[in-house]
């Protein structure tokens, strides 16, 4: 079955610092993967995706590559903000119109 | 247009009573899904209906949980009797035909103690 594993948290970082999230997946077929992220207070947001292999997704800084060879879609950014504190999931389509999520990353962006 | 609407944000109730959460689809999204969030776990799928109809109910985790989609239009998911182990962030979406990603509404965060 498809299953998605992401880096554990909580991750605190300083403004300005880099941020990586690791994700990596098991599916059959290929699948789409995604990143949503959930702000506080608010709900699940996309926020970036790539439907096949090498696809880079990006969107607020943020960005992604699809590595089928090494099953794996990890989310970095350059220079994080206090604004980009929230937890972000890992998560992957298959053949139908399920999702699979990885269990989440809480992120912390001190000033 | 307006997003995914559930409510309530929050409930609390103790173990044996029944909760009723629901969701508001935006108009005109045929799909709606049914997910949830245990203890800081992975999100889970639940189910999917197409309109009214259950289109797969796979992830209903056993019959305390009956979800229903009168009309086609809002859905409600009913918990009885809640156990402790059904805490957790219940999360509605909805998409249009076919696949063109989800909307997520805000979630409902149920505790039972």
């Known amino acids: 079955g498809n299953s998605v594993t992401q880096m554990e948290g909580p991750v605190t970082l300083s403004e300005e610092a880099f941020l990586t999230i690791n994700c990596t997946y098991t599916a059959t077929g290929y699948p789409s993967l995604f990143w949503y992220v959930q702000y506080p207070g608010e709900g699940l947001q996309l926020l970036l995706k790539a439907t096949k292999a090498d696809d880079k997704g990006s969107n607020k800084g943020f960005e992604a590559t699809y590595r089928k060879e090494t099953t794996s879609f990890h989310l970095e950014k350059g220079s994080v903000q206090v604004s980009d504190s929230a937890v972000y999931f890992c998560?992957?389509?298959?053949?139908?119109?399920?999702?699979?999520f990885g269990a989440g990353t809480t992120v912390t962006v001190r000033a | 247009e307006a997003g995914v609407t559930q409510f309530p944000s929050h409930s609390v109730i103790e173990k044996g009573q029944t909760v009723t959460l629901r969701c508001d689809p935006i108009?005109?999204?045929?799909?709606l899904y049914w997910y949830r969030r245990v203890m800081g776990k992975e999100i889970k799928f639940l189910l999917h209906f197409v309109k009214e109809s259950k289109q797969d109910e796979s992830g209903m985790p056993n019959n305390r949980f009956l979800a229903e989609r009168t009309g086609g239009t809002y859905s409600t998911l009913k918990v009885q009797p809640a156990e402790l182990e059904d805490s957790g962030v219940y999360f509605c979406?909805?998409?249009?035909?076919?696949?063109?990603?989800?909307?997520f509404g805000s979630g409902t965060r149920l505790t039972v103690v």
């Open positions: 998560a992957l389509r298959s053949n139908d119109y399920k999702l699979s």
């Open positions: 979406a909805s998409s249009r035909q076919g696949w063109d990603g989800y909307t």
């Open positions: 108009s005109g999204h045929d799909n």
